[in-house]
């Protein structure tokens, strides 16, 4: 009887033992959870949702908050735009454009906890039906105060160029 007693406990043990190791095979060695790039996408598209509302209302300074305290802007045919108060004047300057449409699709989203990369394509209107710009863009965010910010973006149009006026 005391011999199956401990064959039973021994059993017990090793099947407790085998059920521990087994779920932790999920995590890395420190038992940190790994970062997931696929969960950021609704939080990514719901940043570029509140950025259409801001752009279509001109609410500049939800745009400038959209951005780092050092965040950067590449726009064409300019130098970059560096700073929360360039990047304010220049928000300034895009709101004279009157859109009144903004729709813009992320086609990739990678990185780390550290900073995402978002790739996608922008149309912007006049409210109108007609088409003030339509392009590609790269955003680089990063977490500043525990909230996901553009640390820097470039963005170009797929427009020809408007014809040289002579």
């Known amino acids: 009887m005391k ?14 033992f085998f059920s521990i190791g ?6 890395t060695k420190d038992s940190t959870p790994v970062f997931d790039v696929n969960a950021m996408k609704p ?35 300019s130098e970059p735009i560096v700073g929360r108060r360039a990047i304010s004047d220049f928000v300034s ?11 813009d699709e992320t086609t990739a989203l990678y990185g780390n906890e550290d900073n995402l990369v978002e790739e996608g394509t922008y149309t912007m209107g006049d409210g109108n039906g007609n088409t003030i710009d339509k392009g590609k863009y790269i955003a680089i965010w990063r977490k500043e105060d525990g909230d996901w910010k553009i640390f820097s973006n470039m963005y170009n149009s797929s ?3 408007a014809p040289v006026k002579k």
């Open 43 to 77: 939080v990514i598209e719901q940043k570029d949702k509140d950025w259409a509302t801001a752009i279509t209302t001109s609410d500049s300074s939800k745009m400038v908050n959209h951005y780092t305290k050092d965040g950067k802007i590449f726009p064409p045919n």
């Open 159 to 161: 427009l020809p160029p």
């Open 3 to 16: 011999q199956k007693l401990s064959t039973l406990v021994f059993f017990i043990v090793l099947v407790v």
């Open 93 to 103: 300057a895009v709101m004279k454009y009157g859109i009144k449409e903004y729709k």
């Open 22 to 27: 087994c779920s932790n095979a999920n995590t």
